[in-house]
């Protein structure tokens, strides 16, 4: 199974900052990464596919890179409504797996 | 407007048994595969199971490999999760999901449904 290491687990930040979160595969994944928000009693919400592809509707302070088994999700400027839990999942192979998570605090 | 709506949790013995359903609405049913994705209580997320399109190919975590079995019903545009032998760890809220770009990007969820395995 391929093992996802996410970083940080949580984050402090402020309105307007620029952050960025990690996530590692254990192997090589094609880019077949995803990036979803989470907030409080609800379902996840995708942000990012293909590792960089903007999801509809998912405003363009969010963005990705990365390739092989090293990926990241930054948020350039950061709002009051993207405080919330960020999770990396790779489907290059099932089981997909997803990383820890990461919680972005005020 | 897709809509995937689960149903069947609820409280269940360790060592019992439960079936999930998912109806799901908005999008051409029989030609996505569909899966299902469950979070533990203030915990991350797993992947459970994957079902193909026609529903000839199924894949499992092994963690519930042997115990849950994923089915699909096309004319009904319905997706199952039975759940036998079930432990204390499966209590999570379950969420069917489907991808309408590549079957593993989730980009619909349904509201989800819990389970709670508890004597």
């Not at chain 2, 533990?40 to 519930?64: C, H, M, N, Q």
Request: contains cysteine; hydrophobic residues 30%; neutral net charge.
């Amino acid at each position: 199974d391929i093992q996802m290491t996410q970083s940080p687990s949580s984050l402090s930040a402020s309105v307007g900052d620029r952050v960025t979160i990690s996530c590692r595969a254990s192997q090589g994944i094609s880019n077949s990464l995803a990036w979803y928000q989470q907030k409080p009693g609800k379902a996840p919400n995708l942000l990012l596919y293909t590792a960089f592809k903007l999801e509809g509707g998912v405003p363009s302070r969010f963005s990705g890179s990365g390739s092989g088994t090293d990926y990241t999700l930054t948020i350039s400027s950061l709002q009051p409504e993207d405080f919330a839990t960020y999770y990396c999942q790779q489907y290059y192979s099932t089981p997909y797996t997803f990383g820890q998570g990461t919680k972005l605090e005020i | 407007e897709v809509q995937l709506l689960e149903s069947g949790g609820g409280l269940v013995q360790p060592g019992g048994s439960l079936r999930l359903s998912c109806g799901a609405s908005g999008f051409i049913f029989h030609s996505y595969a569909m899966s299902w994705v469950r979070q533990t209580p203030g915990k991350g997320l797993e992947w459970v199971s994957e079902i193909s399109s026609g529903g000839g190919r199924t894949f499992y975590a092994d963690s519930v490999k042997g115990r849950f079995t994923i089915a699909r019903d096309n004319s009904k545009d319905t997706v199952y999760l039975e759940m036998n032998r079930l432990r204390d760890e499966d209590t999570a809220i379950y969420y069917c999901t489907y991808g309408s770009v590549y079957a593993g990007s989730h980009d619909y969820w349904g509201q989800g449904t819990l389970v709670t395995v508890s004597s």
